[in-house]
């Protein structure tokens, strides 16, 4: 396997996680691993595509959401099921030229999914999800105070609520549209107080997670999405 691995070239520097992902996916082809094949380990690919530990997680951390993998603690990754470029980039994307429709047509979707999240995440989260959580949002908190604004912290507070739901098929779909929903975190219209006026409201959707309180999570979701769609209607004026 390593003899393997070893032969994959090292990548430009543009487009990282996209090429680690699609080298790894070429790596379990090429090997022809199945079910419970483990996989190089995190160093051996680090070394072989010469890219950091930060891009090799967020790659695993992409197939672990996929349910391609497995990680079992202190002995390694493991493949799940078999895969191909076609599967791990599934077409779920909006090709949209107008930003601000695209925007308003992905929140349709990100309403859907997020007030059920957190629902769901209500009912069931644990105290581990909890502290995951918390511990996010955070996060989130001492970099909007610090920038004033947040990016990918804010994403990750939205995936732990995820997370906490138990049910992988959130963080799946998620992660097949991360390139679409990801235009609300990268400063859309070039305004750093994109959606600024719902921060408060992280916090008190995580309290109503933690309170168990489902529907006071739905409409705390909802209080923040109605601010991203006005944003986004006003600032695309």
Known sequence: MLDVILKISPLPSTSRVRQVTDALVDHITSARLKSGDRLPAERELMEALAVGRSTIREVLRHFQALGVIET?????????KSVSRATIHMPLSLESTNLRDGLLQTLQVRRGLECEA???????RTADDLADIEAKLTEMERVHLEKGASGPEDLAFHLAIYDATHNPLFRQLLEQMRETFERFWSHPFERFDFARRSFPFHRTLFQAIAAQDAEAARAETLKILEIVEEDIKEMSK
Do not use: E, F, H, I
Not at 72 to 80: E, F, I, P, T, V
Not at 118 to 124: E, I, L, N, P
């Open 72 to 80: 079992r603690k202190g002995s390694g990754n493991y493949l799940l």
């Open 118 to 124: 957190g629902m769901v995440a209500a009912r069931v």
